[in-house]
């Protein structure tokens, strides 16, 4: 069955530090993978999309790479904030169908 | 960007009654709006998917005549669970997508916390 998975521990980081996170998945060819942004108590935010024939895709201060030979996507921020603390996930999407499936999500904290 | 609004933002009720959550699309003609649940540090599970003036299509395991929803007009979508129990207590999220975009990009709102005693 498709898996996706996310680091289900907090990471931790200093403020100004760079934070980098996973997400994995198995038995899925998505066409394309979506990061969000999810607030406690609130619906996700969109933050970038990147498809399947690209390797990297950046936004300000975040950047999103995507490697279907490891079936891996990983999510950086850059100069991270107290302000970017919250839970990031992962939404692979399978070609075909425009509903992507989401991970559990990693919540990060950056400490000032 | 595009906004999505629910309403209520919460909801307390007691078991066996039913509740009704909105979603509007406000400022875009949504097409297609979706239903997700999410348990606590769970991911967010699709419920069902609908079309505007057409039947909602359902994921396996979520049972069409206890969560009813309509899709009536192209800025409102509505979705009833009827007699809820404690095991309906969930934060429900809807999104909408707008025609025509390429990636088909979705606008989520901002959840609704049902609490069922």
């Known amino acids: 069955s498709q898996k996706i998975e996310q680091n289900s521990e907090a990471l931790n980081i200093q403020e100004g530090k760079t934070a980098t996170l996973t997400c994995n998945y198995t038995n899925y060819s998505p066409a394309y993978l979506q990061w969000y942004r999810q607030d406690p108590g609130r619906g996700p935010v969109f933050l970038l999309l990147?498809?399947?024939?690209?390797k990297e895709k950046r936004k300000e201060r975040l950047k999103v790479t995507f490697d279907t030979t490891l079936k891996q996507s990983l999510f950086h921020i850059t100069a991270s904030q107290p302000a970017d603390s919250a839970t990031y996930l992962c939404a692979p999407t399978s070609g075909g169908s425009y509903i992507p499936t989401f991970g559990r999500g990693t919540s990060l904290i950056v400490h000032p | 960007g595009a906004v999505v609004s629910q309403h209520p933002s919460w909801v307390i009720c007691k078991s066996g009654t039913s509740v009704k959550i909105e979603c509007r699309s406000l400022?875009?003609?949504?097409?297609?709006m979706f239903w997700y649940r999410q348990f606590p540090k769970q991911s967010l599970m699709l419920m069902a998917t609908s079309n505007e003036g057409s039947k909602a299509t359902y994921e396996q395991g979520v049972e069409k005549d206890k969560f009813l929803i309509n899709h009536a007009s192209l800025t409102l979508s509505t979705l009833t669970v009827t007699s809820a129990h404690p095991e309906d207590s969930s934060f429900y999220i809807c999104?909408?997508?707008?025609?025509?975009?390429?990636?088909?990009?979705?606008?989520f709102g901002p959840g609704t916390r049902l609490t069922v005693l």
């Open positions: 400022d875009f003609q949504a097409t297609t």
């Open positions: 999104s909408a997508m707008e025609g025509g975009i390429s990636y088909n990009e979705q606008f």
């Open positions: 990147i498809r399947e024939n690209e």
